[in-house]
């Protein structure tokens, strides 16, 4: 019997909305057949297949721990809170969304402070100053320490953040902050500013798999079903269709135009007809069309591509090297 394949994404709010529409691009349409409220789902006509709604860090913790075997989550959580985390998950493909950056942040007030090297100086003079650490609030105690590593801080001590980590300073709870931000208005508007080398880490929503999730019983093959979908709704993505006629066209003019304009011809040269089909960039398109018909093409088609599949998938390529079946 074929064992499901587990794909946790987040339970509510923008990063449902978003992992839902990621998945419905691609021809996967995520259902609850029991209802809105209900924490269990599926992809419909698909079978073989469990939905899992979480939140983020249930599902980080699940693709650890090999209970999910792919999940939607967002990179700044994956090296918070797994170990070794490239040894346990593999980050498959970056999504586009739930952007957000986890920086080093110090009071505005500090103007001599613009480096880590300066802020290492602060430290070393706080403790000496004072007789004790500087306090870095932060929910990201893992990556704050590894950082302040790599930079050779040591005249520190972390205090865990539980509410808004931007109002400690103020609150006198901490010197600075180790936090995640998007538009660095919270920051602005709490008088904190981003060290210039203290952006951590750019994160963004991540599909993830587990290496640790049991990958027999037929739930590779499933895997392969869904990643190939995705792939060829990324492929299409990064291409407009193009078809003309003309019978100047020959090798040469195709060759140029891959050259210059990054074109594919996915079913090879024009026919006996002369007729073509062009797979082109979209902010090649216009720049293609005047140089066809400055070629001899009368009429030119564009049109949307909603999946390309090929023979190779990159997606399912990584997953299975990093599972190593």
Same mark, same amino acid.
């Given at each position: 019997?074929?064992? @499901?394949?587990?794909?946790?994404?987040?339970?509510?709010?923008?990063?449902?909305?978003?992992?839902?529409?990621?998945?419905?691009?691609?021809?996967?349409?995520?259902?609850? @057949?029991?209802?809105?409220?209900?924490?269990?789902?599926?992809?419909?006509?698909?079978?073989?297949?469990?939905?899992?709604?979480?939140?983020?860090?249930?599902?980080?913790?699940?693709?650890?721990?090999?209970?999910?075997?792919?999940?939607?989550?967002?990179?700044?959580?994956?090296?918070?809170?797994?170990?070794?985390?490239?040894?346990?998950?593999?980050?498959? #493909?970056?999504?586009?969304?739930?952007?957000?950056?986890?920086?080093?942040?110090?009071?505005?007030?500090?103007?001599?402070?613009?480096?880590?090297?300066?802020?290492?100086?602060?430290?070393?003079?706080?403790?000496?100053?004072?007789?004790?650490?500087?306090?870095?609030?932060?929910?990201?105690?893992?990556? &704050?320490?590894?950082?302040?590593?790599?930079?050779?801080?040591?005249?520190?001590?972390?205090?865990? %953040?539980?509410?808004?980590?931007?109002?400690?300073?103020?609150?006198?709870?901490?010197?600075?902050?180790?936090?995640?931000?998007?538009?660095?208005?919270?920051?602005?508007?709490?008088?904190?500013?981003?060290? #210039?080398?203290?952006?951590?880490?750019? %994160?963004?929503?991540?599909?993830?798999?587990?290496?640790?999730?049991?990958?027999?019983?037929?739930?590779?093959?499933?895997?392969?079903?869904?990643?190939?979908?995705?792939?060829?709704?990324?492929?299409?993505?990064?291409?407009?269709?193009?078809? &003309?006629?003309?019978?100047?066209?020959?090798?040469?003019?195709?060759?140029?135009?891959?050259?210059?304009?990054?074109?594919?011809?996915?079913?090879?040269? @024009?026919?006996?007809?002369?007729?073509?089909?062009?797979?082109?960039?979209?902010?090649?398109?216009?720049?293609?069309?005047?140089?066809?018909?400055?070629?001899?093409?009368?009429?030119?088609?564009?049109?949307?591509?909603?999946?390309?599949?090929?023979?190779?998938?990159?997606?399912?390529?990584?997953?299975?090297?990093?599972?190593?079946?």
């Amino acid at each position: 019997m074929t064992a @499901p394949v587990i794909i946790a994404v987040p339970a509510k709010g923008r990063l449902q909305e978003n992992a839902e529409g990621y998945f419905a691009r691609a021809g996967l349409k995520l259902i609850k @057949p029991r209802g809105a409220r209900d924490y269990r789902g599926t992809i419909a006509g698909m079978d073989g297949v469990e939905i899992a709604y979480l939140s983020a860090s249930e599902i980080t913790a699940q693709l650890a721990q090999g209970a999910a075997h792919l999940g939607v989550t967002g990179e700044d959580l994956v090296r918070e809170m797994i170990p070794d985390a490239d040894a346990r998950v593999i980050l498959l #493909e970056g999504l586009g969304f739930g952007y957000a950056n986890v920086v080093v942040a110090v009071p505005q007030a500090w103007i001599d402070v613009r480096s880590m090297s300066d802020l290492d100086d602060v430290a070393t003079a706080f403790r000496l100053k004072h007789n004790r650490k500087m306090r870095v609030a932060t929910k990201y105690v893992n990556l &704050t320490r590894g950082f302040f590593g790599q930079h050779g801080i040591g005249d520190y001590r972390i205090v865990e %953040s539980l509410g808004a980590t931007e109002g400690a300073p103020a609150a006198g709870t901490a010197e600075l902050i180790v936090d995640i931000t998007t538009t660095g208005n919270t920051l602005t508007a709490n008088a904190l500013k981003v060290i #210039e080398d203290g952006v951590m880490l750019r %994160s963004q929503a991540n599909l993830v798999a587990a290496r640790g999730a049991d990958w027999k019983n037929g739930t590779l093959d499933t895997a392969r079903r869904i990643l190939d979908r995705l792939a060829s709704q990324a492929r299409a993505q990064a291409f407009r269709e193009m078809r &003309t006629r003309f019978k100047g066209c020959d090798d040469a003019l195709l060759a140029v135009a891959r050259e210059t304009f990054g074109i594919v011809t996915p079913f090879g040269g @024009p026919t006996s007809s002369g007729m073509l089909t062009l797979h082109c960039p979209p902010d090649q398109v216009f720049a293609l069309a005047d140089f066809l018909r400055g070629k001899g093409a009368d009429a030119i088609s564009v049109s949307d591509i909603d999946y390309v599949f090929t023979q190779d998938n990159p997606l399912f390529e990584r997953l299975k090297t990093g599972v190593q079946l």
